[in-house]
């Protein structure tokens, strides 16, 4: 017996031993008889007792005697079982026995033996199931070597936008510089064999790349490199890295082997980078969402805040958007609109009133559009019934909105609440009509009893002429005064029309200021054209406006100063221009010195006599005459006030003059 064993294992196959095989019976009958049979073969035979196939061992099975009889073949076609039916010779037995050890062995001999194939797709769906880029290396070094036993190996990855180059060779990091040379050196190549799926080898040939790569795999320096690219998609990913003999190239089957595993190498990878792409995406995502629902939170807050200062402000507020539709507005804005009886169907409102409160205007019109083109700007209207006593003064005005690169956001329509200012011009307008009319009597009351003391005595002999011009001057500086303060205050002021001459009217009035310019020690030039120039103006407001402007320049200009008055024709014009070489005035200050009763500081620190109503009164003078008013100058330089008169054709209409200047 043991001589035959040793035949069976002489190939070196390691085979169980013939006890390890159980040999079942079918009663304890059988089992003593084959226990006796086999005594002198086998020491300690494994006989047992089975009554069906339910109750066979596991592992190698031999049935004999009436067991075997009764089985079915299904239930004995299986290669770690076989059987001997009744009769048999202990000879038979041993044979049988033998034959199912090395059945049995050569089996196990196989199933211990991984083939590259089931190596590969174990090795595969390991990838599938790494977590990290890593692991993905360090899996396919470990399996490379298991499978296929090159002489060295290793895996290189050439980075993107989520990761830098790195490589591991089974000697360990590689130099990030060397993957990036041989990304360069052998990219191109590496993507045509993967597209035409051929091979690449790389040998010592000298270039850096190469000689990098082989220092980083000292092992692979006396053996070609096969390059397998590792693609995902159309994408190059890497390279895995296998010494070969370079006698002894493998096979077709091992090629394609290898370029499958390339392929899914790549495909893992980029699975781990789509998941980490992902994981950053939502990450930036959620950041995103965060940051904007604080953004809508801080909005929130800004929009609860510009709300509350609007609603605060003693100031009607409507935003419009470039439809011209309202979107927006303040507490104030009701309050004003429902004064109004404003109409948002028709944007039309029933109670808005001119400057007397009773005269109903815009009733046919929409004020908001006007307003938003423009043609509102400025004018101040009653809002309210007016008999009841709510009516409050309203000035409107609207801002357009941009972006700053000019882009249209819409319209601001503002409204302010002025009736505390209507209503205190209306009482200054009052007491300026009363001051001015109980000065008036006085005053001709005092001019009657100077003329007539003039008239009646010698005022030289009476040695009382000085003093008598004295209160005559002044007595004419108070009668000009109420005039101006009556002008003032009155709310309208009709015109004289009729043919004038212009150089005449200008030397004329000029003549009667040169006594208080030679007085004060300024020079006076005067031009005029020769001939006549003929206007249709009224020739005693004109004559007014012109005298409270040259009167201006004499009070502002110092003693040895230049005060010029020209006249000249410009088209269908007259220009009049009155220079001075005075103080000048600033450029805050030209913005108001048309407003009445206006006077600058350093004017009210110097006690320069004056009221401010005299340029105010030319401005509405010229302006009633369909002219304009102009003003140049500068600190310390001087002044220069230009008027253009159109000259009107004779019998052309006019209109009064304004209430007030």
């Not at 190939?11 to 095989?21: E, L, R, S, T, V």
């Amino acid at each position: 017996m043991s001589e035959s064993w040793e035949r069976l294992s002489a190939d070196g196959a390691p085979i169980a031993n013939i006890a390890d095989i159980a040999i079942v019976v079918a009663n304890e009958a059988e089992a003593q008889t084959t226990r006796a049979a086999l005594a002198d073969v086998i020491e300690h035979a494994q006989i047992r007792v089975a009554s069906n196939a339910m109750t066979l061992p596991e592992g190698p099975t031999l049935v004999v005697g009436e067991l075997a009889q009764s089985l079915s073949i299904t239930a004995l076609s299986v290669p770690d079982r076989d059987f001997l039916p009744s009769p048999f010779t202990p000879q038979q037995l041993l044979l049988r026995a033998q034959v199912l050890a090395q059945r049995y062995a050569r089996e196990t001999q196989q199933s211990t033996v991984e083939s590259p194939h089931a190596g590969i797709l174990k090795l595969v769906a390991a990838l599938h199931q790494a977590t990290t880029t890593e692991a993905i290396t360090t899996l396919v070094l470990d399996g490379v070597i298991r499978l296929f036993q090159p002489v060295s190996s290793a895996v290189l990855w050439f980075g993107d936008h989520l990761s830098d180059p790195s490589g591991r060779s089974l000697e360990g990091p590689m130099d990030p510089e060397m993957v990036v040379q041989v990304h360069t050196q052998f990219g191109d190549e590496l993507s045509r064999v993967w597209q035409k799926d051929t091979e690449l080898w790389i040998t010592p040939s000298g270039t850096p790349p190469a000689e990098s790569l082989l220092n980083s795999m000292p092992h692979a320096r006396t053996h070609p490199i096969r390059a397998i690219p590792i693609t995902a998609g159309d994408t190059l990913l890497g390279a895995l890295l296998i010494t070969s003999d370079e006698d002894r190239r493998r096979a077709p089957h091992d090629h394609e082997l290898l370029n499958y595993l390339g392929k899914q190498i790549g495909y893992a990878a980029s699975q781990l980078r789509a998941q980490a792409q992902h994981t950053q995406t939502e990450a930036t995502l959620e950041e995103t969402t965060t940051r904007l629902h604080d953004l809508e939170a801080k909005m929130n807050d800004l929009s609860i805040i510009v709300r509350s200062i609007a609603d605060a402000v003693n100031v009607a507020v409507i935003f419009y958007d470039i439809d011209n539709h309202p979107t927006m507005h303040n507490r104030k804005v009701d309050e004003i609109l429902k004064l109004t009886g404003y109409d948002p169907k028709t944007g039309k409102s029933t109670h808005v009133y001119a400057s007397d409160r009773r005269t109903p205007v815009k009733r046919d019109k929409d004020i908001v559009s006007e307003t938003l083109e423009g043609d509102q700007r400025g004018v101040i209207y009653w809002v309210g019934d007016p008999d009841k006593d709510d009516q409050r003064a309203v000035l409107t005005e609207a801002h357009h909105i941009t972006r700053p690169d000019g882009e249209p956001l819409g319209s601001a329509v503002v409204t302010y609440d002025v009736t505390d200012l209507a209503n205190a011009i209306e009482v200054r307008e009052e007491y300026l009509a009363t001051v001015s009319h109980e000065l008036r009597t006085p005053l001709t009351s005092i001019v009657g009893y100077l003329d007539m003391i003039s008239d009646t005595y010698d005022i030289a002999e009476l040695g009382l002429e000085q003093e008598f011009r004295v209160i005559q001057h002044k007595v004419d500086q108070m009668v000009t005064l109420v005039r101006d303060l009556a002008s003032a205050g009155a709310r309208e002021h009709s015109l004289r029309i009729e043919p004038v001459d212009l150089a005449a009217l200008v030397s004329h009035s000029i003549a009667a200021l040169t006594p208080s310019i030679d007085q004060a020690g300024q020079r006076l030039e005067v031009e005029v054209p020769p001939s006549s120039l003929i206007g249709q103006i009224d020739a005693a407001r004109v004559a007014r406006a012109l005298d409270n402007i040259v009167s201006n320049a004499v009070k502002f200009t110092p003693a040895g100063g230049t005060i010029k008055v020209s006249l000249s024709r410009d088209g269908e014009d007259a220009v009049i221009r009155i220079a001075d070489t005075g103080r000048g005035i600033s450029k805050n200050d030209q913005t108001r010195v048309f407003e009445r009763f206006f006077r600058s500081r350093e004017v009210r620190e110097a006690a320069i006599q004056g009221v401010g109503i005299g340029l105010p009164i030319a401005k509405t003078i010229i302006e009633a005459h369909g002219g304009t008013i102009t003003l140049e100058s500068q600190p310390g330089q001087g002044s220069t006030f230009t008027i253009r008169l159109p000259l009107r054709p004779q019998g052309a209409p006019f209109s009064s003059l304004p209430d007030h200047p």
